[in-house]
């Protein structure tokens, strides 16, 4: 606990993002330290989900700068697939890998990517998918799982490359009402576990009690960042009070 | 395409059991038309081996003397068509691919080469590369033969397999990237298994329509299942006799193959079956 703790994982500088006329981020600014759980929320286009998928390089930025572990990730001279292994991301839409079974979504990777043994990458595997709750439907194929079941598969699958950060888009919007606390749970216990996190999503109660920091956007713009309790009991920016009445 | 069955994300919830699809390539069967006992496959496929059958057994002279001349030109039937196959296939491959590239070069020569190749009529390419690039270069018969048919065919392909890896869904790219996966990674673990279900069943109906085509290397005087039936016929004036059994065996050989494509076909959907 020298200096990692205060030099910042992610450093996000001046970060402008167009599509077409639009610019989906305007002069974005944020730092992420090692161990801190950040949840962006915000009105739906306000940029919280590109200004997330530009930190992996999902999106590129126009201008500007994101570093992760001092490495500028746009530098073409850097190995974006290397600075990806670190970065686990996990999507709304799930997107495992329909045609592989569960166990093979989370040891692909490893294997591939890490050259971890295959008896490893396979114990690895089913640590993680007992930890996420699923370890019995290690040998099925996704489309026989639910909704919450595939999310929590993927949140196994990102984490079997053992990142440094999670990146979470939206990870329960796209599941029945049911399963979002499942999924939560899951996400919840890895915070727990010191895990660093950069989480869009729109479960106010999982921001509340979750969250080192809130961040709210909206129009592309960084509005307010603060604690939960300044962010939802003292909210300032008359944007994030009107986006709050209509959300809680 | 099917692109109820691309959408492999929430469709695992919402499964397509019970859906009819209209397939695309054509041939094939689906589970549910599986469990009737007549469908039009059995009864081309009787139909055709029982005509066969009778004809052969009822009037020996002609029609068996006619059967007994032509496995000669079978094996160079399937000799042009195998080899074809395995030519267009990659070219096809290749050719997706660079239709889907980003770089502009490739882009476009691959653009052009299937604009091109399916604007000359198959027939005119078999005359040009046996004849006309005769000037230039002498080929066999059998290598003419392959490269038309594989050039032709390769473009038709191209589209096929560029479909085919455009409809898996961008989220598995995405996923697969964020993993770490490098571009080629991506294609190879993760969208081409995928796009295969979407490719086999029209690349198989490609196949058996090459295996057709390869009767117009007969006009090269290749001894193929068809030029051999024109010089029997012309041999003996037996005409009708002769062209019903060469349609005959064209036709048996392809409702044969399109069965296979069709259990290819249920194969590769393994990852949608629920339990």
């Given amino acids: 606990m020298t200096n990692a703790s205060n030099e910042p994982i992610i450093r996000i500088e001046h970060v402008w993002k167009f599509f077409g006329q639009m610019a989906a981020l305007q002069d974005v600014s944020l730092n992420v330290h090692r161990g801190e759980k950040v949840v962006i ?16 390089r999902l999106e590129e930025i126009n201008s500007g700068l994101i570093a992760v572990d001092d490495v500028d990730i746009n530098d ?14 996990v999507f709304q839409q799930f997107n495992l890998f329909p045609h592989k079974t569960v166990l093979h979504n989370l040891t692909m990777a490893p294997i591939k990517l890490r050259g971890m043994a295959k008896r490893d990458a396979e114990n690895l595997a089913m640590e993680l998918l007992k930890r996420v709750g699923i370890g019995d439907k290690a040998n099925v194929y996704p489309a026989m799982l639910s ?11 990102a984490l079997a490359m053992k990142p440094e950060l999670m990146l979470f888009d939206e990870p329960t919007s796209a599941l ?10 899951v996400m919840v216990n890895l915070a727990k576990e010191g895990m660093t996190m950069i989480c869009v999503t729109h479960e106010m109660g ?43 | 395409m099917n692109e109820e069955n691309q959408n492999n994300m929430p469709a695992g919830v919402v499964a397509a059991e019970g859906k009819i699809e209209v397939p695309a390539g054509g041939i094939k069967l689906s589970e549910e038309r599986k469990d009737s006992v007549i469908n039009a496959w059995t009864l081309a496929l009787v139909g055709a081996v029982a005509s066969l059958t009778i004809l052969c057994t009822v009037w020996p002279d002609p029609y068996l003397d006619v059967l007994a001349f032509l496995p000669g030109g079978l094996v160079i039937t399937f000799q042009v068509t195998i080899l074809s196959i395995l030519c267009a296939i990659p070219l096809g491959l290749i050719t997706g691919l660079g239709r889907l590239s980003k770089n502009r070069v490739i882009n476009l020569i691959a653009s052009t080469y299937v604009e091109v190749i399916r604007g000359i009529p198959l ?7 046996y004849y006309a690039l005769a000037k230039f270069l002498q080929v066999s018969g059998l290598t003419s033969a392959v490269i038309a048919i594989s050039f032709c065919y390769g473009a038709y392909m191209g589209e096929v397999f560029r479909a085919g890896i455009m409809a898996v869904n961008k989220g598995q790219t995405e996923a697969a990237r964020s993993l770490g996966f490098n571009k080629v990674q991506t294609m190879m673990y993760v969208i ?3 796009a295969l279900r979407t490719i086999v069943p029209p690349v198989g109906n490609e196949c058996i329509a090459m295996l057709k085509d390869t009767s117009l290397v007969s006009v090269m005087a290749m001894p193929d299942l068809m030029q051999f039936g024109r010089s029997y016929a012309a041999k003996t004036y037996l005409y009708f006799e ?11 050989i392809t409702l044969l193959l399109s069965k296979g494509v069709s259990i290819l076909e249920g194969r590769l959907n393994y990852y949608d079956k629920r339990k």
């Avoid at chain 1, 929320?41 to 992996?56: D, E, F, Q, W, Y």
């Avoid at chain 1, 919450?148 to 699958?157: D, K």
């Fill in chain 2, 242 to 252: 002769t062209y019903t059994i060469i349609a005959l065996i064209y036709l048996i």
């Fill in chain 1, 147 to 157: 909704g919450g079941q595939q999310q929590r598969v993927a949140i196994a699958r």
């Fill in chain 1, 176 to 185: 029945d009402p049911e399963m979002v606390g499942e999924v939560l749970d």
């Fill in chain 1, 76 to 89: 073409p001279k850097n190995d974006i697939n290397k600075i990806r292994q670190n970065l686990g991301m």
């Fill in chain 1, 41 to 56: 929320i915000g009105p739906s286009g306000s940029g919280k989900s590109t200004l997330l998928r530009s930190i992996n």
């Fill in chain 1, 206 to 248: 999982f921001a509340r009690s979750v969250a080192d920091r809130v961040v709210f956007m909206a129009d592309g713009q960084i509005l307010e960042v603060g604690t939960p309790a300044e962010i939802f009991d003292a909210p300032k920016h008359p944007r994030l009070q009107q986006f709050l009445k209509q959300v809680l």
């Fill in chain 2, 192 to 194: 081409l298994p995928q």
């Fill in chain 2, 123 to 129: 027939l005119v390419q078999i005359f040009y590369i």
